[in-house]
């Protein structure tokens, strides 16, 4: 632990970041961050980025003297302009939070803290000749790994599994690129595509794009996306030269809950660190990620370092039994629970899992509805997984706020509750506790208040579905038909068509609406046992 002072005005930057006095055990970074070249580029520098492979990046240039993997984050959206102003004020350094689910809220005994450094460089596409930079930096020689994290939505792939060439951006992209156009691309696809066209040209190697998104195969959803902008584009002699193997897409697999920063985040480090951070991360202690050992020229960082239990990191040739289930029972747990957990009021999910009406819901559903759907995976046993994600959702030192989980519900839906229930009923098995979670969606869609809660669904607004719900619902009669709604096959494909999916929906849409959504999970809860 680092003893000396640092006055409480002073933020955090290369010049005061070994110099933090703290109440809590604390690690800065030892190594020289001002000789580092970026190994890495990112999209999408969020909080979830910054728990997951910034912290593995400044843990091996740390711990292991693993220096070559300093990243380059980038923003494209208008919304990274803020936080490209603060980072770059505080010298990319940031402080690291990870608080454990002892009991007591804000229990300084289970918290820890890390100033990261791996974050050594930040370009915004509105910075000065910033597009330029971006792709520079991109097609630079030292950069072997393009990761992302652009959110499930960002991939731009419809309900039929194809990339959308009518997104208005790509459409851009597109066009600008057909016509040699200096306009600066909009879209990650349109930076990746240009900057791989100009090593192609130069006899550059390639790169591996990693994605890190919550996606089943995630790699090779990037793929699609890369393949099909450059089929668009019509440039065969760069689409030859990604398919002879100069661009690699490895599929991972990433856990680690993070929730958004907010005010009280910002305090708790200038009050208990005592230094201000304008963008600090909070997180939980586990941590997880499983790689396909796939990259281009064998450039990676040295993650077999990482394989001990406090950093979960495993190289494998097969990722899909790990994703599938951490999608099918973290994630889908999540998104069914949060729109319930919304209707009956609660504002955190660890306020969800402390309920237990909720968690004898979630466990019913899970090892019923969810487990069944699932291959076994080796050295895991699937009820001891996820009794262990009650425990982590349960944790109250890690305030991660409903409003966040029910955002891009519409993508969700399709991603990860929608396919267990079409496996479920493939096979003749129980769906009632999925269908109930697919209404506890509806509801929440047709009960909230824009004005008040505004609610961040790409796909939702796309399909004007809240405008759908609200016209669903008969005034006279006061009832809430779902015919319709489960006929959009851009969010339920065919399952609009079966009668059993369509009566659980409508029957838990009626018992939300008439009973609320206490009294429709108590039916739930304790119908089976486990």
Aim: hydrophobic share 40%; net charge negative.
């Amino acid at each position: 632990m680092v003893s000396v002072a640092l006055p409480i005005e002073s933020y955090i930057s290369s010049q005061n970041s070994s110099a933090i006095t703290s109440n809590i055990p604390i690690s800065v970074p030892g190594y020289s961050r001002s000789s580092q070249e970026c190994g890495i580029v990112h999209f999408g520098v969020g909080g979830f980025h910054r728990s997951h492979l910034a912290f593995y990046m400044d843990v091996l240039a740390n711990d292991f003297n693993e220096t070559q993997w300093s990243i380059c984050g980038v923003g494209i959206r208008e919304d990274e302009k803020r936080f490209a102003g603060i980072i770059k004020e505080q010298d990319g350094l940031f402080t690291l939070v990870t608080k454990c689910a002892a009991a007591g809220k804000d229990n300084d005994a289970c918290v820890s803290a890390r100033i990261i450094g791996s974050l050594n460089k930040y370009i915004h596409v509105q910075d000065e000749q910033g597009a330029t930079k971006i792709i520079n930096q991109l097609a630079s020689e030292t950069t072997k790994i393009v990761s992302l994290t652009i959110t499930e939505s960002g991939y731009n792939i419809g309900n039929t599994g194809e990339f959308n060439l009518f997104n208005q951006d790509v459409q851009h992209d597109l066009d600008a690129g057909n016509n040699n156009s200096s306009e600066p691309p909009r879209t990650v696809f349109g930076f990746i595509v240009q900057a791989m066209n100009i090593r192609r040209k130069l006899g550059r190697s390639g790169f591996t794009i990693l994605s890190c998104d919550n996606l089943v195969s995630n790699g090779d959803t990037i793929k699609k996306c890369i393949l099909s902008f450059i089929n668009a584009l019509g440039n065969k002699p760069l689409l030859e030269w990604v398919l002879a193997g100069n661009v690699c897409f490895p599929n991972s697999m990433v856990d680690r809950i993070t929730p958004v920063t907010n005010i009280d985040d910002v305090k708790y480090v200038h009050n208990v660190i005592g230094i201000k951070d304008n963008s600090p991360v909070v997180c939980e202690e586990y941590t997880q990620w499983i790689l396909e050992d796939s990259f281009c020229d064998n450039a990676r960082p040295p993650l077999e370092l990482l394989s001990g239990s406090s950093y979960n990191v495993l190289l494998t040739s097969n990722v899909e039994p790990y994703e599938l289930l951490k999608l099918r029972l973290l994630n889908s747990t999540h998104t069914a629970i949060c729109y319930l957990g919304a209707l009956s009021g609660f504002q955190f999910i660890h306020e969800i899992f402390q309920n237990a009406v909720f968690v004898k819901y979630v466990m019913n559903m899970m090892v019923n509805e969810v487990i069944p759907t699932l291959p076994l995976v080796e050295g895991i046993n699937l009820q001891d997984y996820a009794k262990s994600i009650v425990k982590r959702f349960s944790n109250g030192n890690i305030a991660d706020r409903c409003s966040r989980i029910c955002n891009d519900g519409a993508t969700k839906m399709v991603r990860f509750l929608l396919p267990i229930v079409k496996d479920q009923i493939t096979s003749s098995r129980p769906i009632a506790h999925l269908t109930l979670a697919v209404a506890s969606w509806i509801v929440f869609l047709y009960l909230n208040d824009d004005s008040t809660t505004p609610l961040v669904d790409v796909l939702v607004s796309e399909l004007q579905l809240q405008r759908k719900i609200r016209q669903a619902f008969c005034e006279k009669t006061k009832h809430l038909s779902v015919t319709s709604i489960l006929a959009i096959k851009q969010v339920f494909g065919d399952l609009g068509e079966n009668n059993v999916f369509c009566k659980g929906v409508q029957q838990g849409v009626d018992q939300l609406l008439t009973y609320g959504a206490n009294s429709a999970l108590k039916d739930f809860a304790f119908s089976t046992s486990v």
